[in-house]
């Protein structure tokens, strides 16, 4: 009887050692696998199902545009060195540079050509430029410049072409002269901090020079058939905004006219949003819209007429005026776009005499006023006297004199 009591004892312990060691081997597994769970999530790259989608925020940008970049026998000859026997024209934009490359984005209409080669350079009436020029618009901001006008092939067609390699060498970008059909079949689109904007330009006609048969291409012409047709492909692309250049409208002429209206109405129905008027040299007015599209919907809408002449050396009345404008455009969380405001910095080209060590300089018209009347002596009463009465100018022509 002993015995077997004794037999049933051992057989217990060991059943009981045996679970005991299962349960330390269980227990341990357990241990070792939790750390490699934890690792697995934090480093994978698969999305946690837990894990709270982040809400969309707005996204403002500001849009800045300069008006026409043309470049006058005398505007060329101020800015040759004939030490180094090269053209500097930076002295003409210190005191407005940065409010170019403080925008996000920045526009201009470039109205001269780059036609390398032996070339000379001229000014009115067909304009070649030492391409020094575009390096220096690229080195103010400048981001995209729009080349349809009626100066596109003042250098005939092989300045155009070399005027596009000119600005992509630089890496300006472009749009409304081409070198092939399928560059001219591609929309131009930047994403400015997360808004996407599609950039077409096109002019009435170039001065009466012919376009060369066979590359009916090269230029964008005012065309309704051809503007839809841009205004469908850029569409297609699901851009936010869609900002059409226009070179339009009477030269010297402060009021747009009837064709211009009736072309930005065109503009807008078809898909527009900001629409930069150029040509006349001088400027015109501005307003913001609200366009109701064929649906019922509504976007906001901007145009301005004409930005006038940013750089030149016209002496006429009002020639001399012009602004940078300054748009701001918001993409909402919700994806709807608006043009949240506008405003705008008024210059002057200063044509300091063909004497002076640096004969031209764009002024910042409010800027130097306010200086004078803080005490500024290298401003005299005569120059202070110019800067006011262009300042009105300004407000004249953009029919802003009661602001």
Request: proline content about 3%; some cysteine.
């Amino acid at each position: 009887m002993k015995r077997k009591s004794k037999q049933k004892l051992n057989l217990k312990k060991l059943f009981c050692a045996i679970l005991l060691i299962f349960i330390l081997v269980l227990v341990a597994s357990n241990v070792t696998k939790a750390p490699t769970k934890f690792i697995s999530k934090k480093t994978s790259n698969e999305p946690v199902a837990t894990k709270v989608e982040e809400k969309k925020q707005d996204i403002t940008i500001k849009m800045s545009v300069i008006g026409d970049i043309m470049c006058h026998g005398p505007n060329y000859k101020d800015a040759y060195d004939a030490t180094t026997k090269t053209y500097d024209f930076s002295t003409f934009f210190p005191q407005i540079k940065s409010y170019i490359t403080d925008a996000d984005i920045a526009i201009g209409n470039l109205e001269t050509t780059f036609a390398g080669g032996n070339k000379a350079y001229s000014g009115y009436p067909t304009f070649n430029s030492p391409p020094e020029l575009a390096k220096n618009i690229s080195d103010i901001g400048i981001d995209v410049l729009t080349t349809s006008n009626n100066h596109s092939l003042d250098s005939g067609y092989n300045g155009l072409v070399n005027t596009i390699n000119k600005l992509d060498e630089l890496g300006i970008s472009h749009t409304g002269t081409f070198k092939s059909e399928e560059d001219q079949n591609k929309i131009l689109v930047k994403d400015v901090n997360g808004i996407k904007i599609a950039f077409l330009s096109f002019t009435y006609g170039t001065n009466g020079i012919a376009i060369p048969k066979g590359k009916e291409y090269c230029i964008n012409l005012i065309d309704k058939d051809l503007i839809k047709s841009q205004l469908n492909s850029a569409k297609a692309l699901n851009p936010d905004v869609i900002c059409v250049s226009m070179h339009w409208g009477v030269e010297y002429k402060i009021k747009q006219n009837s064709e211009q209206e009736e072309l930005a109405n065109f503009l807008f129905e078809n898909g527009a949003d900001i629409i930069l008027g150029s040509h006349p040299h001088v400027l015109e007015p501005m307003e913001k819209r609200t366009i109701t599209m064929e649906d019922g919907t509504k976007k906001d809408g901007f145009v301005i007429y004409s930005l006038g002449n940013f750089m030149s050396a016209q002496k006429d009345k009002y020639t001399k005026d012009s602004i940078i404008l300054n748009l701001q455009v918001t993409k909402h969380s919700d994806g709807n776009i608006t043009i949240d405001s506008y405003d705008y910095v008024p210059i002057y080209m200063q044509d300091n005499g063909a004497n002076a060590k640096n004969r031209y300089e764009i002024v910042d018209l409010e800027k130097r006023i306010s200086n004078y009347k803080s005490g500024d002596k290298t401003i005299s009463e005569t120059l202070y006297k110019t800067y006011l009465s262009e300042l009105e100018n300004v407000k004249k022509a953009l029919n802003e004199n009661n602001t």
